[in-house]
């Protein structure tokens, strides 16, 4: 009888990492930032029907990279635990870092299985607080590691290089347009030193958790004139279309 071939625990959990991380390195990258008034998602993405950016609950967004089948699962899992969360309890009891941990439990459950792969999945919660110190950013690796980020994070292609370009350029309390300009940017950037791409705003996929919102959910996706206006400089354009309804608490806090 032969001997069945043997790969010791540290070698497979390597190996199934690396798998992992190839695939997420094989999609585009997406770029998480804080500024002034909350918390920008831009993500290179041509197609408007598949998000790699999404709301999940009042003040949480969640963005991915890799397969999205995969991470499409886990976003639909993760609206559902905080719908339910929230129906059980309180809204206010639904918070960025308990789903980290919802989806931490599932990654690292489907990355020690040897009955299947890997997800090849990177993600990005985060929530915006009432005050700029009390926003949260959580980067979640294939395996279920959960990594408290401050700033600036970016997930998926050359995401090392870009995190170092926005360390180094980052400020706290930036205004909007400044903000998408950095993230548009360093997506646009190449690595190896060569002339920088030109991204249109078809090509962009860009979100942002604005504290500043008259509503209690408080993402809002910037698309169409809004965001080439953004993306030209126009501050002015940062603002809500919408206003709140006559009769409303924020409506009379503004009278």
Do not use: C
Request: overall charge negative; charged content about 25%.
């Amino acid at each position: 009888m032969s001997t069945p071939f043997y790969v010791s625990p540290q070698q497979a959990m390597a190996d199934r990492a690396e798998y992992a991380r190839k695939g997420i390195a094989r999609g585009r990258s997406v770029v998480v930032l804080t500024y002034a008034d909350g918390i920008l998602f831009v993500a290179e993405n041509t197609s408007r029907a598949l998000h790699k950016v999404s709301e999940i609950y009042d003040r949480i967004a969640f963005a991915a990279v890799g397969r999205y089948n995969e991470f499409e699962n886990l976003r639909i899992g993760g609206v559902r635990y905080a719908d339910l969360r929230g129906y059980s309890y309180d809204r206010a009891d639904v918070n960025a870092r308990g789903l980290a941990n919802v989806y931490a439990q599932t990654l690292g459950t489907i990355f020690s299985s040897t009955g299947e792969k890997p997800y090849e999945v990177e993600l990005i919660v985060a929530e915006v607080g009432k005050n700029p110190g009390d926003d949260q950013i959580y980067r979640l690796t294939p395996d279920g590691s959960v990594v408290d980020e401050h700033g600036s994070v970016a997930v998926g292609g050359n995401s090392e290089s870009i995190a170092t370009y926005l360390e180094q350029r980052h400020e706290e309390g930036t205004s909007l347009p400044d903000a998408l300009k950095l993230a548009v940017e360093s997506l646009a950037r190449d690595p190896n030193g060569g002339a920088p791409r030109t991204l249109t705003p078809d090509q962009l996929e860009v979100a942002v958790l604005d504290r500043a919102r008259w509503q209690q959910r408080k993402f809002k996706r910037l698309l169409g004139t809004q965001l080439s206006r953004l993306l030209e400089g126009d501050a002015s354009a940062a603002s809500d279309d919408e206003e709140p309804p006559a009769g409303s608490a924020a409506a009379a806090e503004g009278e």
